[in-house]
């Protein structure tokens, strides 16, 4: 069964500010490039909840996916 995610980081849009990783890091990890990416944690998260971490970031690199077919 794939994973199914509901936030993604936009990979050309993360300037790599940490600021996602700080205030979640259940759900984000830094990679190996400097860019955030959601760690396996990052699903089954709230709506509201969803709204706010995208919110979050000052690069709008956090998107809000329902399913993983992208
Ligand atoms: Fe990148 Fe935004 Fe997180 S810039 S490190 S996705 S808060």
Redesign the pocket.
């Known amino acids: 069964m794939e994973y199914m995610a509901i936030i993604k ?1 936009d990979k050309n ?9 700080s205030l979640y890091p259940d759900f ?1 990890k ?1 990679g190996a490039d400097g ?2 990416r959601t760690t396996n944690g990052a699903k089954d998260i709230d709506e509201n909840k969803v709204k706010e971490i995208v919110a ?4 709008a ?2 998107k809000k996916t329902s399913d993983d077919s992208s």
């Not at 979050?56 to 690069?59: F, L, R, V």
Request: aromatic content about 4%; overall charge positive; glycine content about 10%.
């Open positions: 980081v849009k993360c300037i790599g500010c940490g600021m996602c990783i984000f830094m860019k955030a979050s970031c000052p690069a690199a956090i």
